[in-house]
């Protein structure tokens, strides 16, 4: 089975800054990576499919990118709407999501 | 547009048995693969089980296998998960979620419903 690692567990930072998040997998998983965003009382939502393609009516300050093992989440401005839990997820064998990355604003 | 609203949720005790149900609409329900992925409290996501489009095909995990029966029915544009011998670890949201394609290996998670709270306790 594919292992997905995230990193880091928690973050906090301030409206506007960049910020980013990795994901590592155990083994190759080519570019099927997708990344999801959770909140609260809230459908799950897609962000990013296929390592770096944003799902639709996703804002442009969210991307994606990396290759093999190593993926990134990448927000070019953190907003207060993106108050969040963000998971990897590959989709190459099975499917498996990392552990979570809770985005806090500062 | 897509919608998924899950139900059936409740508290069950350790062993007994429980259906959750999942009623979709804005779509054409029997085109599409279905998965369900739960998350225990205060844990991240779990994929649960997988459907082809027309019910003929199926994939679990092993930590539900042989406990959990996924099933659909198109007249309907119903998915359920019948879950058998309910364990205190099988306590988690269960989210009923759409993919893009047919079979057992669409497994990018399009939309998602809200999910149904089961809750194993004595």
């Known amino acids: 089975d594919i292992q997905m690692t995230q990193s880091p567990s928690t973050l906090s930072a301030s409206v506007g800054d960049r910020v980013t998040i990795t994901c590592r997998a155990s083994q190759s998983i080519n570019s099927w990576l997708a990344w999801y965003q959770l909140k609260p009382e809230k459908a799950p939502k897609l962000l990013i499919q296929k390592t770096s393609n944003l799902a639709s009516g996703v804002p442009s300050r969210f991307s994606g990118s990396g290759s093999g093992t190593e993926f990134t989440l990448t927000i070019s401005s953190l907003q207060p709407d993106d108050l969040a839990t963000y998971y990897c997820q590959q989709y190459e064998s099975h499917l498996s999501f990392g552990q979570g990355t809770k985005v806090e604003i500062k | 547009q897509v919608q998924l609203v899950e139900s059936g949720g409740g508290v069950v005790q350790p062993g007994r048995s429980l259906r959750i149900s999942c009623a979709a609409s804005g779509f054409t329900f029997s085109n599409y693969a279905m998965h369900w992925v739960r998350q225990a409290p205060g844990k991240g996501l779990e994929w649960v089980a997988t459907?082809?489009?027309?019910?003929?095909?199926?994939r679990s995990p092993d930590s539900v296998q042989g406990r959990f029966i996924i099933s659909r029915d198109n007249s309907k544009n119903t998915l359920y998960l019948q879950m058998d011998s309910l364990r205190i670890e099988d306590t988690a949201l269960y989210y009923c979620?759409?993919?893009?394609?047919?079979?057992?290996?669409?497994?990018?998670?399009?939309?998602w419903g809200q999910g149904t709270l089961v809750t194993v306790s004595s």
């Open positions: 979620v759409k993919t893009d394609c047919d079979n057992i290996y669409c497994r990018l998670l399009v939309h």
């Open positions: 459907i082809s489009s027309d019910g003929s095909e199926t």
